[in-house]
């Protein structure tokens, strides 16, 4: 402890002396001395930083490949990443180092293998073979462009197609080029005298692999196959005829009367020509429809026979591949279903069912379904909470599916050895709130939740009402508070909108939707108000004096616009007054709505907090605070910021343009005093006056990126998704005009952080008392004092009363988050209401119980002596400090960061014990022991690059975060070291040994004379004996990391052990079953020659040499 406060000393003298000699007093005789030391258990070797896995739909994808033996599916993409789908839970990423498109991926069918080729010309193998795949080699062309790869099944040669023309061959054993090139002009009859142009496909002939034929799709039987044209026309050729197509079949053309030709249609970007034994073939292709389909979706086409079916799809098409029976192309294909990869989707597509439904996809891939806007994560949740909402969203299910199983099911699941329960909520652009079970490094969606259902649909953009902050989404969601033990929920939107949710299993129809308008202004209230009403002269304590329920005809919208003209006392949003049917799972409770204020419209809203155990919500903006109890539904507290300081307002705001308040703040629904503030002093307060929401441009370029980045952390527009962001986005400036521009800054301080506990109010109190503490942008640390009344009935019939006690602290930067912790240093959590079951009626015995009923709190000191004490946590964007209470002397101080600031603090529990954990803008993420602050961990990790990060970052407890790496995915690490340990264990594994499906049966002649002379022939015509060696300048080999070298640096220890022996065991299995299979080959061979020779001896026995 000694060393960590040398140091801390020494941290403390960069900053200024007086706030440098401050802090030294402060760590070398900390007030809280005669405080008992807390043992600290959390030590630096409990943090490693790695990342777990990735969830959602690959951003941007550009290849597709799949095994049909190992059922496996890859998806490559433009920012080179790799993903990989085996059974549902068996997924992996991988990245290519240098970020280059992948263009195309093959699969080594059975092998544990795949070929990856990108946009900058190189190849690489990967081992799939190993938890984490690396890449074994790889191949860089310095003189050609890579466009085109084919791999035949079982062959050792892989073909690479160039944009001049030519066909370069590489051996996948060894990653080496061949001295063999097929050259564009050898491949050409000699009468051509164009250049060909690049290659864009080359496959095999089935049936005779020594011609390699540029085309699309062959017929199995090798005699005949299929081109696509840019005319949106298909040709069938014969191979014995190649001087003109044996048919031209053009699927989307209209056929014209008089034998004319079919007007032209669009381009056929890809065919596949798939045969069955019992029936028809299948022809299945993308593109081709006729041109004057404008505006029609993009669509797969499958020809069957004489039927062709149109499917259209949501997104353009990336690629597709016909699932088959066999991995053989040389026999009957049997295709039972088509994957379809979209530009945002992946779709696959039943063949054996009527109408060819789809497959139900089990995949997390719907993340992006509405853009995320923000999000929160929630370990070790109560256990009952994932079966609950599964079962509410269980009924949401599409039907129409098909009925067979998902044909994707290859690898093997890991061994889960986290068995907590966690869940990841997403909030969305379009106003959902997404529930997904993320246990075991895992994700599927539980539920999902519509808020926009409460308020009415504009029909179209002239019937919108003139109120909505943004153009576009005005239900986006932009903060989410949610308490898991007591399942309340409360949303606040983009639209300075809050609604609040209470879980129900029962359906119910609620006739009126309770709501409540907020008029939260910041402006001097002058004595003379509109109704005449002078504030109490005498201080008293603040109380809700409507606690009746309101409905909502009752709100004091007299009037959308004021006497100069001006849009006031108007919301964004019109709630519904028509019955509301709520389906099982989250039911609107109530929905509160910021009003315009004499034509400026309402502030987004910055921070939120409910407590169900206190029945209140409570939220800010950057013009002040609000309470409100959600069981009476009344506005209990309606301050601007500076009213909440009081007399001792520590900055000398001056108004910038007094004017009359239009009227009393609490729109009419309660006025509100606060205990140490006089009339003569309200009346002083200082004024923003009316910022337009339309700031001028110079103000505009102020909101640079790193304002936005701070503030983006509690704004989170939707219009952030866009993937660039331009830095002058209008919708983002237009909600940030108020507290970014120079001349308004200190004036608008914004309410940044809320928590509701159980604590030390006064320095003088004896014993802990519901409270708020508020912290603000300017880094104040506000208390409010809360005194509710009994439970029951009382409850609903009885006023709560708030009263601001003042300031407590002041840190550096804007307050992020605040936690309490008792007196041996153990986290309290904020009180709660267990959860129950709402719309049932209850019993007799149930009303007496809950009369005699007090809110719950498990704050472990509300039960303890009275002496001891407690520590308050406050982390801010630029520094951390726990104060010891009731003293709210500064016990501990750190220093996060001097030159960048904290985007997301989080108090989080790891190891049975707690810590401090933070991510900076500059990239680190750094951990905190509590209550000391000495520092556990630092290490770079992810620099700030957009606001998509800076808003989805969260830390949760036992070392697990997770942040949106791009719009469509969610990329979860852990700074956990046991995590990271058990992560291998836990990891699932793609390959599986499984026996490769016998070859057909070739017929008695083909055998008799085919011999084994097609991989022979292979081998002599590419081998180095009779090619000869590649040129050195036309391709550079790159051994890589994989292999079992990348199984030792992925593991260490007994699993690293076992991996090793695992793969070592896998190799040597299928070199003995590759020599078994050339030993069987062999004795075929033998057999064969054998019995030839047999038959020509007895042929020419007994004939004489004159008759040979």
Known sequence: MRKFNIRKVLDGLTASSSSASQQQQQQQHPPGNREPEIQETLQSEHFQLCKTVRHGFPYQPSALAFDPVQKILAVGTQTGALRLFGRPGVECYCQHDNGAAVIQLQFLINEGALVSALADDTLHLWNLRQKRPAILHSLKFCRERVTFCHLPFQSKWLYVGTERGNIHIVNVESFTLSGYVIMWNKAIELSSKSHPGPVVHISDNPMDEGKAIHSVAWHHEGKQFICSHSDGTLTIWNVRSPAKPVQTITPHGKQLKDGKKPEPCKPILKVEFKTTRSGEPFIILSGGLSYDTVGRRPCLTVMHGKSTAVLEMDYSIVDFLTLCETPYPNDFQEPYAVVVLLEKDLVLIDLAQNGYPIFENPYPLSIHESPVTCCEYFADCPVDLIPALYSVGARQKRQGYSKKEWPINGGNWGLGAQSYPEIIITGHADGSVKFWDASAITLQVLYKLKTSKVFEKSRNKDDRPNTDIVDEDPYAIQIISWCPESRMLCIAGVSAHVIIYRFSKQEVITEVIPMLEVRLLYEINDVETPEGEQPPPLPTPVGGSNPQPIPPQSHPSTSSSSSDGLRDNVPCLKVKNSPLKQSPGYQTELVIQLVWVGGEPPQQITSLAVNSSYGLVVFGNCNGIAMVDYLQKAVLLNLGTIELYGSNDPYRREPRSPRKSRQPSGAGLCDISEGTVVPEDRCKSPTSGSSSPHNSDDEQKMNNFIEKAKMSRKLSLPTDLKPDLDVKDNSFSRSRSSSVTSIDKESREAISALHFCETFTRKTDSSPSPCLWVGTTLGTVLVIALNLPPGGEQRLLQPVIVSPSGTILRLKGAILRMAFLDTTGCLIPPAYEPWREHNVPEEKDEKEKLKKRRPVSVSPSSSQEISENQYAVICSEKQAKVISLPTQNCAYKQNITE??????????????????????????????????????????????????????????????????????????????????????????????????????????????????????????????????????????????????????????????????????????????????????????SAESFSKHAHEIMLKYKDKKWYQF
């Open 899 to 1084: 030159t960048s600031f904290v985007l997301r603090g989080d108090i989080v529990a790891l190891s049975n014990s707690i810590c401090l954990a933070c991510f900076c803008a500059n990239g680190h993420i750094m951990t905190f022991s509590l209550p000391s602050l000495r520092p556990l961990l630092d290490v770079y990790y992810l620099p700030l690059t957009n606001m998509r990060i800076a808003r989805t970052f969260c830390f949760t407890n036992n070392g697990q975060a997770l942040y949106l790496v791009s719009p469509t995915e969610i990329q979860r690490l852990t700074y956990s070291q046991e995590t990271c340990e058990n992560l291998q264990e836990m990891l699932g594994e793609l390959f599986t040994p499984v026996e490769t499906p016998e070859a057909p049966n070739r017929g008695f002649f083909k055998g008799l004379f085919g011999g084994g002379a097609q991989s022979l022939d292979r081998e002599e015509l590419f081998g180095e004996s009779s090619s000869g060696k590649a040129s050195r300048s036309l391709a550079q080999h790159i051994p890589g990391p994989g292999g079992i070298e990348g199984v030792k640096g992925a593991a260490s220890g007994v699993v690293g052990e076992l991996a090793r022996a695992r793969l070592a065991l896998d190799e040597r299995g299928q070199k003995l079953g590759d020599l078994e299979e050339r030993t069987a080959a062999m004795l075929s």
